[in-house]
Nanobody
């Protein structure tokens, strides 16, 4: 299984970025997907999760109404549209996947089975 995150970069506060996570080596519509982030000196935290069909989505309180996750089953790719970025959003963003549907509710990173390599997002003030 391979998860390849991309789309990170440097943006000014208030700007937008779109992250992508391309999956290979698994049946994409059989896994729950999630985005996590880890800022320097902090623990990895959940950003969002999306169920197998893409109908159900969940977000951390800190990103609600600013970030939107989606998935394209035909392209085996998950996305994170980030609008209204703040300096506190600066972190390495990771995508994760798991075949257990209960992961949709799992906020702890240790519970997720598959991980991508991360992409850096830097928001300047």
């Amino acid at each position: 299984v391979q998860l390849q995150a991309s789309g990170g970069g440097v943006v000014q506060a208030g700007g937008s970025l779109r992250l992508s996570c391309a999956a290979a080596g698994l049946t994409f519509n059989s896994v729950v997907m999630g985005w996590f982030r880890q800022a320097t000196g902090k623990e990895r935290e959940i950003v969002s999760s999306i169920n197998r069909s893409g109908v159900r989505k969940d977000y951390a309180d800190s990103v609600k109404d600013r970030f939107t996750t989606s998935r394209d089953q035909a392209k085996n790719t998950m996305y994170l549209q980030m609008n209204g970025l703040k300096p506190e959003d600066t972190a390495i963003y990771y995508c994760a996947a798991d075949r257990d549907s209960r992961r949709f509710y799992s906020r702890g990173p240790l519970e997720w089975h598959y991980w991508g390599q991360g992409t850096q997002v830097t928001v300047s003030s």
